[in-house]
């Protein structure tokens, strides 16, 4: 999965200097953050409502929307998918708990 991430992420990169008329992403990139937290907002309500209907492929289909969108922002940030496998690697092995107290520190 790891090797779909980074062609997107190559590709939302790319779409930075593309026309906003013949990209959609170029588009959410051109209306900036609030409109791309608005996207977001949207999909996670959505995979909120596709979970509460218990219908797996609407559950998956949305989660790819909300990964997507997610996407988006990081690359609007220029944050770069590895910082986020960084963060996760460095919870990976603390328990939730053990990891909240560590972050009041």
């Known amino acids: 999965m790891n090797d779909i991430i980074k062609q997107l992420e190559g590709i939302l990169e790319d779409r930075k200097s593309a026309s906003s ?6 588009s959410l990139y051109q209306k900036g953050t609030d ?5 977001i907002g949207e999909e996670s309500a ?3 409502m596709a979970a509460k209907d218990d219908v797996k492929d ?4 949305e989660v790819a929307d909300l990964w997507f969108h997610t996407l988006v922002l990081l690359r609007h940030k220029d944050i770069e ?3 986020i496998e960084q963060e ?3 919870r990976f092995g603390l328990s939730g708990l053990e990891e909240k107290a560590n972050r009041n520190k």
């Not at 008329?21 to 170029?26: I, L, M, T």
């Not at 609407?58 to 289909?61: E, G, L, P, T």
Request: cysteine-free; overall charge positive; charged content about 40%.
């Open 46 to 48: 959505e995979v909120i």
């Open 35 to 39: 409109e791309i937290l608005k996207k």
């Open 58 to 61: 609407k559950i998956i289909y």
């Open 88 to 90: 996760l690697s460095r």
């Open 81 to 83: 998918v590895d910082k």
């Open 21 to 26: 008329d013949s990209s959609y992403v170029s």
